[in-house]
């Protein structure tokens, strides 16, 4: 048998935890468990907290700064972030040999600026500034994924050539885009296009993967086999507005 703890040591759980277990009742023994299961539980909370805490002041910072580079205009006054709708599309990253066919596809060089509207992590707009030098601008209405492309423009060192807009691409001024890149639905390419044949000026190219525009025809279609499968690449350039 064990002997009990110093007088005035606290070991943190009930004494007769000192003895041998054996001799535990069975009630001692489920107040142990059941203070263990609250340890662990309270550890998973605290981690996921920091976890949110991260991301939220990340989009923070973003918001503060109104984007991070500097492109065709005036830096944006810090406001507060808008309660925004749940994302309307399934965030799929576009694989990597898509990506590059997308750049490739619309003649991507250092005097563009590429907006991927519903950039997921960023890997679009990130590959655009790291491999062919343009600037850019993720969009996406998930904070989450804003967060999450940020962080990927840090590592990539390109975080100085793009701007992060969390909000809903439906509001977002295209204005000075010079490529904008999609992967999103049918019925959002369609909702999407009126706003795109308005607002993008003459020459802006739009490439689309996977998804068409209805009975605007394609100035050029390309097909990329990536994770298994065949993937449709579109091509249009705005001609007039």
Not at 40 to 63: K, S, T
Not at 91 to 99: F, L, S
């Amino acid at each position: 048998m064990g002997r009990p703890p110093p007088e005035g040591v606290d070991v943190g759980y009930p004494l007769a935890s000192w003895w041998h277990p054996q001799i535990l009742s069975w009630k001692e023994r489920y107040l142990m468990r059941r203070e263990q299961g609250v340890i662990g539980e309270c550890a998973r909370v605290r981690g996921n907290l920091r976890a949110a805490a991260r991301h939220v002041a990340i989009l923070l910072a973003i918001v503060a700064a109104g984007g991070v580079a500097d492109i065709g205009g005036a830096q944006q006054s810090p406001v507060a972030p808008p309660v925004l709708r749940a994302p309307e599309v399934r965030y799929e990253p576009t694989p990597m040999e898509v990506v590059h066919a997308m750049l490739r596809l619309a003649k991507v060089n250092a005097s563009d600026v590429v907006y991927d509207l519903g950039c997921g992590d960023g890997r679009i707009v990130i590959t655009a500034a790291r491999e062919f030098g343009a600037r850019g601008v993720c969009v996406d209405i998930d904070p989450l994924r804003i967060t999450e492309s940020w962080e990927n423009a840090r590592q990539a060192n390109v975080i100085d050539r793009i701007r992060f807009l969390n909000e809903d691409l439906f509001v977002t001024d295209v204005g000075d885009a010079t490529v904008v890149t999609l992967f999103l639905s049918p019925e959002m390419n369609l909702a999407v296009r009126p706003k795109l044949q308005r607002e993008l000026k003459r020459g802006t190219r739009i490439v689309s993967h996977w998804h068409h525009m209805g009975d605007w025809k394609p100035q050029k279609t390309v097909r990329v086999r990536a994770e298994g499968r065949e993937s449709p690449i579109y091509l249009w350039t705005i001609l007039e507005r």
